[in-house]
């Protein structure tokens, strides 16, 4: 997993409205799916019991939590945004919206796409960014996720 080269902020904030990068493919193994669900304590037959989950559900097999694919935004966004120069620190703000779209089959793969859609200026050093992200599942029509996801930079 590579980060892709730094931009300064100025330069960032200039590509409002812009696609500004996608991540590489990530496989969602059975055993990540096992292993979120132990941690969230969300162990629901469709996500942890594969021979259930072909019989007693519409999915064909286990998928993953929609949250397991939210928490991988993370991942993606590391490898589909340009490191910004002169940043000091970077936290999640929140989301305006999530909205999970398809499910995603354990084995499949997924990969985050990025589009810049504001980039507000709070004070010297402080910007919040609002990101258009969509989760693809390599060979499905429809997206696993669409969300608007703002997450707040420092920077020098």
């Given at each position: ?50 021979a259930r989950a072909k019989a007693d559900s519409p999915f ?30 970077s936290v999640n703000y929140g989301f305006d919206k999530v909205?999970f779209l398809s499910p995603v089959p354990s084995g499949a ?48």
């Amino acid at each position: 997993m590579t980060q892709r080269p730094g931009v300064s902020a100025v330069d960032y904030m200039a590509q409002v409205g812009k696609d500004i990068g996608v991540s590489g493919w990530i496989e969602v193994t059975q055993a990540m799916i096992d292993s979120f669900a132990k941690t969230t304590f969300d162990e629901q037959f469709i996500h942890v019991d594969p021979a259930r989950a072909k019989a007693d559900s519409p999915f064909g097999g286990t998928i993953a939590h929609g949250f397991l694919t939210l928490a991988l935004l993370s991942r993606m966004a590391v490898e589909a945004l340009p490191r910004i120069d002169g940043l000091t620190m970077s936290v999640n703000y929140g989301f305006d919206k999530v909205r999970f779209l398809s499910p995603v089959p354990s084995g499949a793969r997924i990969r985050g796409r990025f589009r810049l859609m504001e980039a507000e200026e709070r004070t010297s050093g402080e910007v919040t960014l609002h990101h258009q992200v969509s989760v693809e599942i390599e060979g499905a029509d429809r997206p696993a996720l669409a969300a608007l996801w703002l997450t707040r930079i420092y920077f020098d």
